[in-house]
């Protein structure tokens, strides 16, 4: 007995494929859900990736020291190529999976929308914060092993101690400041990276933002967790003597700097970046009449 044909089945439909970027209002419910998210990890899980982070901050970092030890670069040149360099940190942080402190001062929002409680905020904040410390102390550890100090004739060792004496010697309210500007442009660069479509918008999203805020000498608690403490070792191995304020290098300069401009990149992040989009997309028209 013969069988009629089956009927045939109409074409899967194709499914949409998205090119734009999320706008501002989706943009902040993508970065509410991840901050909900991150307070259910595990507090080992976050840890860990709270390394990953300090240690892709720190080889953003020593790309910074090895490109901009040039001396036969000019100032303006030499800050625009160590930025861009510098943006390998975020790019790793972004597109691998990582948590950064700066960047979960978006969290700040899920706490007004009341999508987390303060303590689930805290412990968050407390955990990244020493777990990008541990990375970075890390990382510092093996590239004295690793000999990359000596690069260049020493030349990068030299730039890891002027680097490092720099930032140990400003003033607390430049450095809070430093610290605030630095970390509007961190969190912009991170929403952008919330708002992309694919690993290229993120790359391409991040790299003027954060070459900026380089460029410009702003200061980032987590990039300074690896540059201070390099500066230090480079400084045990006898590169950079020959840098004017040498001896304001210790390991009381590196507390001082990382405090400031952590408590500067929290203002930064968490009041001008997160809490004012989160007023800008929760924010209801007045009904009031006009008159």
Excluded at 259 to 265: D, E, Y
Aim: with cysteine.
């Amino acid at each position: 007995m013969s069988h009629p044909n089956p009927a045939p089945q109409p074409p899967a439909p194709i499914p949409a494929v998205h090119v734009n970027a999320l706008n501002s209002a989706e943009t902040e419910e993508a970065v509410e859900s991840a901050g909900v998210s991150k307070t259910k990890q595990s507090k080992s899980v976050t840890f860990i990736l709270a390394m990953f982070a300090g240690v892709f901050i720190g080889f953003g970092a020593l790309f910074y020291l090895i490109v901009t030890c040039d001396p036969a670069m000019t100032w303006g040149p030499k800050r625009f190529v160590g930025g861009l360099a510098f943006c390998m940190g975020l790019v790793l942080v972004l597109c691998c999976g990582a948590e950064l402190f700066t960047g979960n001062s978006l969290m700040a929002s899920n706490l007004a929308a009341r999508r987390i409680s303060l303590p689930a905020l805290v412990r968050n904040w407390v955990i990244v914060w020493f777990g990008n410390l541990a990375g970075a102390l890390l990382l510092v550890a093996l590239i004295a092993g690793a000999g990359t100090m000596g690069l260049n004739d020493g030349l990068v060792g030299d730039a890891a101690v002027a680097t490092a004496v720099s930032k140990v010697t400003l003033a607390p309210g430049t450095l809070f400041v430093r610290g605030v500007l630095c970390n509007i442009l961190v969190c912009l660069a991170v929403r952008i990276g919330f708002a992309a479509r694919s690993v290229a918008d993120k790359v391409l999203g991040v790299l003027l933002p954060i070459s900026g805020f380089v460029a410009m000498g702003f200061e980032h608690c987590v990039a300074n967790m690896f540059f201070i403490p390099v500066g230090l070792a480079a400084k045990a191995m006898g590169y950079g003597a020959g840098v004017d304020g040498v001896a304001s290098l210790s390991v009381q300069g590196a507390l001082y700097n990382i405090g400031v401009a952590t408590l500067g990149n929290i203002v930064g992040g968490a009041v001008v970046v997160a809490l004012a989009y989160w007023y800008v997309n929760n924010h209801k028209p007045s009904r009031r009449p006009r008159g």
